[in-house]
């Protein structure tokens, strides 16, 4: 079974940072998408960042020049490095993959649990 587990969320003052990570484990052929999502207190679940296979990365308007997505195919992981939080960057961060899987051979979408990022003085 493929499972996604996110972790480096927490509480942070508005201008600090914070490192997410997205760690993909089990039956895996390829990634194909990795994808940070986020989802605040009424709000519907938005895009924050994703990055292709080929490397192309996309950014939502409201983080762009702060949040930088990575991956680490060794690893099987995504990154989200954070700067420069505001207090309206609170939120429920998900990370999404696209994954091929060898046995048996699938192509599906895994979604992590989440992980809370509390920006607040």
């Known amino acids: 079974q493929v499972q996604l587990v996110e972790s480096g969320g927490g509480l942070v003052q508005p201008g600090g940072s914070l490192r997410l990570a997205c760690a993909a484990s089990g039956s895996i052929f390829s990634i194909s998408f990795m994808g940070w999502y986020r989802q605040a207190p009424g709000k519907q679940r938005e895009l924050v960042a994703a990055v292709t296979a080929s490397g192309s990365r996309n950014y939502a308007d409201f983080v762009k020049g702060r949040f930088t997505i990575s991956r680490d195919n060794a690893k099987n992981t995504a990154y989200l490095q954070m700067n420069s939080l505001k207090p309206e960057d609170t939120a429920v961060y998900y990370c999404?993959?696209?994954?091929?899987?060898?046995?048996?051979?699938?192509?599906?979408?895994?979604w992590g649990k989440g992980t809370l990022v509390t920006v607040s003085s």
């Open positions: 999404k993959m696209a994954i091929v899987t060898r046995d048996p051979v699938r192509n599906s979408e895994y």
